[in-house]
């Protein structure tokens, strides 16, 4: 295995294009707080925001070679970070996701270096919460986001 993290402020104008199709597919803006769909000038506006932003970095993913997906960090303090992800719509194969939770623990507690690694899932969501729970987080509270359910979650650094 591989991984290579590409940070988005350094991506060609192509894959800033094949990021935004995975982002608008259905099955990945069902899953993030923003689910509509998001026009390429609005796109190009976030990843150029990126390169001023201290609290918010995004990658793609490359395994040998291959584009598998996205990972994020938001709200990034000394102690702590909120992750995302989602895996490239176009692949059918189980384990991806695996491999990104990967990239997202090491880059968290060996680059970022924080205390606790936070995740914001759907309750509806199971692929992603049992991805998550295998990785060792646990669940830490619930909150209501245009009016769904979502589960809080933390990894500490120490219990990983
Ligand atoms: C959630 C997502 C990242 C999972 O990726 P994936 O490639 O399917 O994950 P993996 O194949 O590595 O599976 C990892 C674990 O997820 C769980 N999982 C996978 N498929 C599942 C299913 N159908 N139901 C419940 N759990 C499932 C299992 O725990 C699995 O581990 P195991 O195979 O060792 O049992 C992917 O479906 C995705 O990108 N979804 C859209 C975006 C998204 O939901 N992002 C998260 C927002 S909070």
Not at 21 to 48: G, P, Q
Not at 76 to 96: C, D, F, R, W
Not at 143 to 159: F, R, T
């Amino acid at each position: 295995m591989r991984l290579c993290l590409c940070n988005f402020t350094t991506l060609s104008e192509t894959q800033k294009k094949m990021i935004l199709t995975w982002r608008n597919h259905k099955d990945v803006k069902a899953c993030m707080y923003n689910a509509n769909t998001i026009s390429e000038a609005e796109h190009l506006s976030f990843i150029e925001s990126l390169k001023t932003r201290e609290d918010r970095r995004y990658f793609l993913v490359q395994n040998e070679g291959m584009d598998i997906g996205v990972i994020d960090f938001n709200d990034i303090s000394k102690e702590s970070a909120v992750m995302g992800l989602y895996v490239n719509p176009t692949l059918h194969q189980k384990g991806i996701g695996s491999l990104l939770m990967d990239a997202i623990v090491a880059y968290a507690f060996e680059t970022l270096k924080v205390h606790t690694l936070k995740a914001e899932v759907f309750e509806n969501n199971a692929k992603a919460k049992a991805l998550y729970e295998k990785f060792g987080f646990c669940e830490k509270g619930r909150k209501m986001v245009h009016e769904k359910e979502v589960i809080c979650m933390e990894l500490i650094n120490e219990h990983r």
